[in-house]
């Protein structure tokens, strides 16, 4: 250790002082660009609490995959039964089905309208 920090000095003192302040300059643009090419190139893991949550309720209560997703379609079934019942209620309405689907769902249905009279 002190025969590298003896050749630093040797290195600093040999050198013109202007020529040493360029360096560190450089070689903190150069420390600057390497964090921030490495905070894009590495993927950091997705801590959301969403994730989080539904891990732990799947390890401490037994749930597996499949049942947490019955779970998200049963939870999403009691909005769509409670919006229809809401809009049957509306005058001229009529029977009314409802299907929600959010932005990152998997199944894609076109909208569509059926008149009956």
């Known amino acids: 250790m002190g025969k590298v920090l003896e ?3 040797n290195m600093i003192s040999n050198q013109d002082k202007k020529k040493v302040v360029e360096n560190c300059i450089i070689f903190i643009i150069i420390g600057i660009l390497i964090i921030i090419t490495g905070g894009a190139i590495i993927k950091r893991k997705d801590t959301g609490i969403g994730r ?19 779970l998200k379609d049963n939870e999403d ?22 299907m929600i689907t959010y932005v990152s769902g998997d199944e894609k249905v076109p909208a569509y309208d059926i008149r009956k009279s």
């Open 7 to 9: 050749y630093i000095k």
């Open 52 to 70: 989080e949550y539904l891990q732990e309720n799947r390890t401490n209560t037994g749930y597996d995959k499949e049942s947490i997703g019955i």
């Open 77 to 98: 079934y009691s909005v769509e039964e409670k919006l229809e019942k809401i809009l049957s209620q509306i005058a001229g309405a009529g029977k009314v089905s409802v």
